[in-house]
């Protein structure tokens, strides 16, 4: 069995058919950076179901389709669907089909689809992952190591390692038998359950059945106390029935007459809120706004007005000559001492008396005037050294005329104004009162709407508490039919005896009596030829259930010793098989490092914390095993896998993956530049290991090493054009070593 054969198409850059053929033990594939010759192991890794799009370089399954040829190229257009096909050579027929060769193929659709087929029939997922496991090649991919993976085996933890082992060794055929067999294992658990149960069914059945026989004798006292029982119990229901109605119907009758009336006033008095929601209120804003400017009007001439009072009063005030001071006397300016002494007296009355402040405002502005001019005064006897000469009287009067004249014009449109608002004034405040009026009347509907609401409620609920006494007595009735139409009681006169005797049951007890003796009577049935058909038939059953059930056990107890035994084999084989890969890791590590220690060894790994079952309690979990790797470098003191550079890991898991691959050879072995860390030293080993491993495997390797080219058989060259689609070239042995030579 080996990889014979690969066709890509539309995957990734490979955006037309691509076919690869793999004629020699060893393939190589080279190539430039960038020119997408590891698409072809990612082709390979996800025909084979791979799952992870980051192991696949990319984000959702669409990445891995062609997207078209990037500008300004634009030559290949993209492609709705990527496939990929590898066909294994299956003459001996290794791989468990039917057939000489075997072609996997999977598809990928832009949309995310992905469609499996295994020589173009349809499969699932599934039927690929068991088949490549029984061809050796595991969910690990083991066989298939990327230069960012070349020290996986080393970084994982050691239970991962081990897996990776176990399915290096071919252990997982056995672990599938094994889940297969744990799966029928518990299949035959739920069957033996169903049996259990439909046997826990059929036992008292069957029981039933044999008591039918002497049930049947006590058939007949069992009919006559049921037809007592019957006759009491109807003719006591009756009577309470047909009182209970028309007590119900006495308490009904007020309250459904409440109900109506109550229903009247509710829509009178909804129709008399929704026609006072409806009547107008307030004038409209036009009018107010006319008001408003009135009275602001009437205000600033009344202001003004003051304010010419106030300078017509300070007039008066002054005396019309200055007379110069004399010896002995007090001056002039005296008197206005005193008029300014007076006006601010009046100032701080206004303030003490007044309470509104448009009316303090307006007063404030006269008095300060009257101050202002009282100030003035008094400043101009105070600094003149001159005696001012005297105002002419003449001129004084004159302008105290003006002013009067002013305030007699202000005057008239004052009282214009005020007979103009004060009308509008009073319209608004009817108005406003007729307003009110409506608001409280509307609110007063409301409440009485409200209050007949509640009472209405109040009524629903008492009637609805009538409903459920009467869905009661229904019930009764319901029941009394019930008795009557299955019953088996007799007409016959009514016995005082009769009635006395069951004098102290209640009719709720009397009438589970009689269910208990009707099912009595059921099952006190003749014994018919159905009856005893049906109990022959039943115990049939019941006895091949029985064996059935014996033989699952058995089945059961042969699966488990199944599973046990592949354990061992299981745990056998690794023993073995970890046993030659220690021994073959210790040979290649001493052969890659030229001498030092590789070691492999078993350790006992803790459960991190007890697992709880489905009830809650803490389930014991079993220890695991897992494999820790030990490595001693040659003139060297390093014994941990950290200490070690990129190039000595690299080699370390190089050998590692050779001894795996020695022991067990997969059916092909894909190496994607896992030489790169290497010097021309240790590409020569690794170039010698390679050709004396590709005796045991198929390998296919992409690199850049010329030592590596020269062990393969068949080279084939990756490059990509201006379009980004890459291209294949083929070489034979003879020119890959001329090849290499330039």
């Not at 290794?94 to 689809?113: H, M, N, Q, W, Y």
């Not at 309470?355 to 006897?381: C, G, H, P, Y």
């Not at 078993?602 to 991190?608: A, G, L």
């Not at 062990?711 to 070593?737: C, F, N, P, Q, W």
């Amino acid at each position: 069995m080996y990889l014979k054969r690969l066709e890509l198409s539309g995957f990734k850059s490979f955006a037309k058919t691509t076919v690869l053929l793999f004629p020699s033990r060893v393939v190589a594939i080279v190539g430039p950076n960038g020119s997408g010759k590891s698409n072809i192991t990612e082709a390979i890794r996800w025909a084979l179901g791979e799952q992870s799009m980051k192991i696949l370089r990319g984000k959702k399954g669409e990445d891995l389709v062609w997207n078209g040829s990037p500008p300004p190229s634009g030559g290949v257009p993209r492609m709705g669907k990527a496939s990929v096909s590898l066909t294994f050579e299956n003459e001996n027929r290794s791989i468990p089909v039917d057939f000489s060769e075997v072609t996997l193929t999977r598809k990928i659709f832009r949309d995310g689809a992905n469609e499996y087929f295994i020589n173009d029939s349809t499969v699932r997922l599934k039927d690929i992952v068991e088949l490549i496991a029984r061809m050796g090649l595991g969910e690990q991919k083991h066989n298939i190591i990327s230069q960012g993976e070349v020290d996986r085996l080393l970084l994982v933890t050691p239970m991962t390692r081990r897996e990776m082992l176990e399915e290096a060794l071919g252990l997982r055929v056995w672990q599938l038998k094994k889940n297969e067999a744990e799966r029928k294992l518990e299949a035959t658990q739920r069957n033996m359950e169903q049996a259990d149960a439909v046997l826990r069914e059929l036992t008292p059945h069957l029981k039933f059945l044999r008591l039918q026989v002497k049930r049947a004798e006590a058939r007949e006292s069992t009919r006559r106390e049921l037809a007592d029982m019957e006759r009491v119990y109807v003719t006591r229901e009756e009577r309470d029935i047909a009182a209970e109605y028309h007590a119900l119907t006495a308490r009904r009758n007020p309250l459904v007459e409440k109900q109506t009336a109550i229903r009247a006033d509710i829509t009178r008095l909804t129709d008399e809120v929704r026609h006072a929601e409806k009547a107008p209120t307030a004038p409209d804003a036009e009018y107010q706004r006319r008001i408003a400017d009135g009275t602001r009007r009437r205000q600033e001439l009344e202001r003004e007005i003051g304010r010419l009072e106030g300078k017509l009063e300070a007039m008066s005030n002054m005396p019309h000559m200055m007379p110069r001071a004399v010896a002995g006397h007090a001056p002039a300016s005296i008197g206005n001492d005193e008029t300014l002494r007076g006006l601010l007296g009046r100032l701080r009355a206004l303030v003490r008396e007044q309470d509104d402040i448009e009316i303090i405002r307006s007063r404030f502005f006269l008095l300060m005037e009257q101050v202002e001019l009282a100030v003035d005064a008094l400043l101009k006897t105070r600094h003149v050294h001159a005696p001012p000469a005297s105002v002419p009287a003449t001129e004084t009067d004159t302008r105290a005329e003006e002013l009067e004249q002013t305030i007699r014009v202000l005057g008239v449109e004052l009282e214009h104004i005020i007979q103009a608002t004060g009308v509008d004034e009073e319209v608004l405040r009817k108005a406003n009162e007729g307003m009110q009026a409506q608001h409280e009347r509307l609110r007063a509907l409301e409440r009485g709407l409200r209050l007949r609401q509640d009472e209405e409620r109040e009524v629903v609920l008492a009637l609805d508490r009538l409903k459920f006494d009467e869905e009661k007595i229904e019930e009764r009735s319901r029941r009394l039919k019930y008795i009557i139409e299955g019953g088996v009681r007799e007409d016959l006169p009514d016995d005082a005896a009769l009635f006395s005797q069951w004098q102290g049951v209640t009719q709720e007890e009397l009438y589970r009596r009689i269910e208990r003796n009707r099912v009595k009577l059921e099952e006190a049935g003749g014994i018919d030829a159905g009856v005893v058909k049906e109990y022959e038939e039943t115990e049939a059953r019941h006895t091949f259930l029985t064996a059935e059930r014996e033989d699952v056990a058995r089945a059961a107890v042969s699966l488990g010793d199944l599973i046990k035994e592949l354990d061992m084999r299981i745990a056998q084989d690794f023993k073995d098989g970890f046993g030659k890969i220690k021994d073959a890791f210790h040979e290649y590590f001493r052969i890659v490092f030229g001498g030092g220690t590789g070691k492999l060894r078993i350790i006992t790994i803790e459960p991190r914390s007890p697992a709880e079952d489905e009830d809650g309690a803490e389930e014991k979990m079993e220890k695991e095993e897992g494999i820790e790797i030990e490595v001693d470098l040659p003139r060297k003191r390093i014994h941990s896998l950290a200490m070690l550079s990129g190039g000595e890991r690299a080699l370390t898991a190089i050998a590692l993956l050779f001894a795996i691959t020695a022991v067990n050879p997969p059916p092909f072995l894909i190496l994607d530049e896992t030489d790169a860390a290497l010097d021309e030293a240790n590409s020569q080993r690794y170039a010698a290991i390679m050709k004396e491993l590709a005796k045991k495997t198929q390998l296919i390797v992409v690199t850049h090493n010329r030592e590596t080219m020269k062990s393969a058989g068949v080279l084939y060259g990756v490059t990509m054009g201006d379009d980004g689609v890459s291209r294949l070239l083929s070489l034979k042995l003879e020119e890959a070593e001329e090849y290499t030579n330039h």
